[in-house]
């Protein structure tokens, strides 16, 4: 698409159910970024992806957080057993390759706002 | 590891003010440099970036320049609109042979700009 696009837009879930946020990044891009925003905070680095492959997950907070990219563009993060503190504004960028970062930076989504009650 | 300090909002001006946001950074190597702000209800968006020292990003209006002696990079604008008002984070990449493409971010400058 023309730009990075998120789902669903905002997410109410109860303490303890599983949500799946989805990212679908600009088409053509090789990598996928998943950020957490805090409410006053800056983005928070969790995961990134080159085509299908995780190249790092050292930011997911622990097991219950996890994403896959099976064909290289779409992405899902799961979170399972949702926790309060899990509440923020979830951001998902691309970029065109790994190296164009450092010049061109991200093209990030509207992000998903998750609130766990 | 990568940090990114940036100076503590909210700011409010008036119309026309000058605006100075500092950010100061803490990198291995040589990063690049960006600005992104976000305009209430909107995502993050690309303000301008510098990708070496001494090279300065510009675009509507704002300005930063690469200071590596200082290891800043400010953001500036001459004169604020009301159309301003928004969040301003600054980042920084090291690349991806350092630290695999990421962005680090600093916590982000609420400003507020009145008629």
């Known amino acids: 698409g023309a730009g990075v696009s998120q789902s669903p837009r905002y997410k109410v879930t109860k303490r303890g159910q599983d949500v799946a946020l989805r990212c679908d990044p600009i088409s053509g891009h090789v990598s996928l970024y998943w950020y957490r925003q805090a409410l006053g905070q800056g983005p928070e680095f969790l995961t990134y992806?080159?085509?299908?492959?995780?190249?790092?997950k050292s930011g997911l907070p622990n097991d219950r957080f996890s994403a896959e990219r099976p064909e290289g563009s779409i992405s899902t993060l799961t979170i399972q057993r949702t926790e309060q503190r899990d509440s923020a504004m979830y951001r998902c960028?691309?970029?065109?390759?790994?190296?164009?970062?450092?010049?061109?930076?991200?093209?990030f989504g509207s992000g998903t706002r998750l609130t766990v009650v | 590891g990568d940090s990114v300090t940036q100076m503590e909002g909210p700011v409010t001006l008036s119309e026309e003010a000058f605006l100075t946001i500092n950010c100061t950074y803490t990198?291995?190597?040589?990063?690049?440099l960006f600005w992104y702000v976000q305009y209430p209800g909107e995502g993050l968006q690309l303000l301008l970036k510098?990708?070496?020292?001494?090279d300065k990003g510009s675009n509507k209006g704002f300005e930063a320049t690469y200071r590596k002696e200082t290891t800043s990079f400010h953001l500036e604008k001459g004169s604020v609109q009301v159309s301003d008002s928004a969040v301003y984070f600054c980042a920084l990449s090291e690349g991806e042979e350092t630290s695999g493409s990421r962005l680090t971010f600093g916590e982000g400058t609420q400003l507020t700009v009145n008629p």
């Open positions: 960028a691309s970029s065109a390759n790994p190296v164009a970062v450092r010049f061109r930076g991200y093209t």
């Open positions: 510098a990708t070496k020292a001494d």
């Open positions: 990198a291995t190597g040589y990063p690049s």
């Open positions: 992806f080159n085509y299908e492959a995780q190249q790092d």
